[in-house]
């Protein structure tokens, strides 16, 4: 079992910035593909951002230029920088770890709480 731990959500004003942080308790970011996710009130969970075992990155559209996932193998730790705000970020950010081939597995963290105000 590996325990993800999200940090850096908070309150900040449209255009501000944060950084999220999400650390691993087991060194598994380099075979894994890692995500973040985020939930708004009312609506689906949807993918932010992934970076995969090899480094590739994928973003959502709608943050495309604003956000930029990174991750610190020797850290265990995958971060997700974002910056130019807008109340329609805000939501609980996930964390995610997932990887098909054998052995496979999925994780999620706890989550952690955005809230940009206009």
Same mark, same amino acid.
């Given at each position: 079992?590996?325990?993800?731990?999200?940090? %850096?959500?908070?309150?900040?004003? &449209?255009?501000?910035?944060?950084?999220?942080?999400? &650390?691993?308790?087991?060194? =598994?970011?380099?075979?894994?593909? =890692?995500?973040?996710?985020?939930?708004?009130? %009312? #609506?689906?969970?949807?993918?932010?951002?992934?970076?995969?075992? %090899? %480094?590739?990155?994928?973003?959502?559209?709608?943050? #495309?230029?604003?956000?930029? =996932?990174?991750?610190?193998?020797?850290?265990?730790?995958?971060?997700?920088?974002?910056?130019?705000?807008?109340?329609?970020?805000?939501?609980?950010?996930?964390?995610?770890?997932?990887?098909?081939? =054998?052995? &496979?597995?999925?994780?999620?963290?706890?989550?952690?709480?955005?809230?940009?105000?206009?």
């Amino acid at each position: 079992q590996v325990q993800l731990v999200e940090s %850096g959500g908070g309150l900040v004003q &449209a255009g501000g910035s944060l950084r999220l942080s999400c &650390a691993a308790s087991k060194s =598994i970011f380099s075979i894994s593909r =890692i995500g973040w996710y985020r939930q708004a009130p %009312g #609506k689906q969970r949807e993918l932010v951002a992934f970076i995969n075992s %090899g %480094g590739s990155t994928n973003y959502a559209d709608s943050v #495309k230029g604003r956000f930029t =996932i990174s991750r610190d193998n020797a850290k265990n730790t995958v971060y997700l920088q974002m910056m130019s705000l807008k109340p329609e970020d805000t939501a609980v950010y996930y964390c995610n770890v997932y990887r098909a081939s =054998i052995p &496979a597995y999925e994780y999620w963290g706890q989550g952690t709480q955005v809230t940009v105000s206009s």
